[in-house]
């Protein structure tokens, strides 16, 4: 990681946060699509039990990261959450959107 920032690949978000990102989006998706698709899922079920801890949950996010990890029990679950919020809030293209991807 340090070797990665020092060539500017990777750069700091905050100062003393020690968290990274990618310079450019490009670079980020090269990065993944090389990756082992197994480390690709358990990347996402990672980043799926770390936002079930986070308040109000960010089910959108949830959901995408379930479908990654190809936990369909889940995935399922916070799609069909995340369409009862939108329908709710009027937003029926969102709402019908969710229930077919």
Do not use: N
């Not at 500017?8 to 699509?33: C, N, P």
């Not at 949830?62 to 937003?91: I, K, M, N, P």
């Amino acid at each position: 990681m340090a070797e990665a920032v020092r060539i500017g690949l990777l750069v700091e978000e905050a100062a003393g946060t020690g968290r990274v990102a990618f310079r450019h989006a490009l670079a980020a998706q090269a990065v993944y699509d090389g990756a082992r698709l197994a480390y690709r899922r358990a990347a996402h079920r990672r980043a799926a039990a770390l936002l079930e801890t986070v308040r109000p949950r960010p089910i959108g996010k949830l959901a995408h990261h379930f479908r990654q990890a190809r936990d369909t029990a889940r995935w399922c679950a916070y799609t069909e959450q995340a369409a009862d919020v939108a329908f709710v809030s009027g937003d029926h293209p969102t709402a019908s959107r969710c229930c077919t991807s």
